[in-house]
């Protein structure tokens, strides 16, 4: 399952350093490890906020491509555009690999509920993210 994600890497998932690990079709979960390379620190020597976000929102987008590959065959054709994202802070994430779980909690006929969570390498959860997003066709080369 999840071929998307063995033949197309875009260029912010290179940036990010992330690393494809599993999905499990039933669950609807993506999981994805990132080890953040040393620009991505704060001054404080974690991992800066937006960029926590940009590991959440890849790793949820990851979840709906591979749910909807899975379930109609077409994912290239339907990547997600955020209407929105929530996101709560609960541990500073360290400058070392963590892992993100993103799965589709609902997928209705416009609009897919989505949910992240980023993990240290303990299991303890630094961060939680929601997202409703809307699966739309890939854009035209061009557009």
């Known amino acids: ?19 494809f690990v599993s999905f499990d079709a039933d669950r609807g979960e993506l999981t994805t490890r990132y080890t953040p390379p040393p620009s991505f620190a704060s001054p404080r020597g974690a991992v800066q906020g937006g960029l926590i976000a940009g590991f959440l929102d890849e790793v949820m987008g990851g979840a709906l491509l591979a749910v909807t590959e899975a379930r109609f065959g077409t ?5 997600p555009l955020n209407l929105d994202m929530n996101l709560t802070y609960l541990r500073m994430v360290p400058m070392e690999t963590v892992t993100a779980k993103g799965r589709v909690l609902k997928l209705g006929k416009r609009v897919a509920f989505l949910e992240g969570e980023l ?3 303990d299991g303890n ?3 939680r993210a929601t997202s409703s997003a809307i699966p739309t066709p890939l854009p035209e080369k061009g557009d």
Do not use: T, V
């Open 1 to 19: 399952m999840a071929k998307i994600h063995e033949r197309r890497r875009s260029p912010s998932s290179e940036l990010m350093a992330s690393d």
């Open 75 to 79: 994912a290239e054709q339907r990547l």
């Open 119 to 121: 993990f240290d390498k």
């Open 125 to 127: 959860l630094l961060a």
